[in-house]
């Protein structure tokens, strides 16, 4: 993941962006000049985000477990159409 400083983003604001949106890169702003400390943010395009939270909604409610569960212990006819429901 490339990182940028605020000042290296905001000269490089457009071709970030781009990168970020188009090309799926997910870059780091770090903020260590401003705060002092070893914080930084990512951006990320949005339809990875949508990704991440749906993958975090299903862990938060025990969905993942579910179906991690039923397809390490799947067998033969399992998710066939008639069994689909």
Known sequence: MKTYTPAALHK??????NKVAVGNEAIEVTLDQLTGSNKSVVLLNKSR????EELAFLHRTGTLDVVTHRMDNEKL???DKENVY
């Not at 490089?12 to 962006?17: K, P, Y």
């Open 49 to 52: 985000y949508r990704e991440l």
């Open 12 to 17: 490089n604001l457009s071709d970030v962006l």
């Open 77 to 79: 006819g399992d998710f």
